[in-house]
C-alpha cells in the first residue's frame, strides 16, 4: 500500500481543522504548541509551520481569537482560542465526522 496516498492526505488535510479548534477549545495555546500537539497522533502528523496558514484561516472565520504573551522562557508568544462560533462549527463538523464514520462503518 502507498504511504503517500494523495487521497489519505487530503483526508488529514480534512481533518486538521478540527483537531486544531479541538485543542484551543480546551486551553489557549500557541502555534508550536499545537502543532507538537497534533504530532502526538502519529496519523496526523505534520511538519512544523503547517499549522500557520490553518491558524490564519480560523482567525479569518472568525473561529479563533488570538493575543500574544510573554513567555518566561523566549519571546512573546501568541495564543489562539476557540470563539462561540468556531465551538459551534467544531460541534457541527465532529457530528458530520461522526455521521460519515457510522454510514462507512455499516458498509462493511
Known sequence: MKTNDSWKVQLRKGVFEILVLSFISKKPMYGYEINAAINEFPEFEIPNGTIYPILR???????ATAYWMKSSSGPERKYYEITEEGGKILKD????????????????
Open 93 to 108: 463538523r465532529i457530528e458530520f465526522y461522526r455521521t460519515l464514520n457510522d454510514t462507512l462503518s455499516s458498509l462493511e
Open 57 to 63: 484561516r480560523l482567525l479569518k472565520n472568525e473561529w
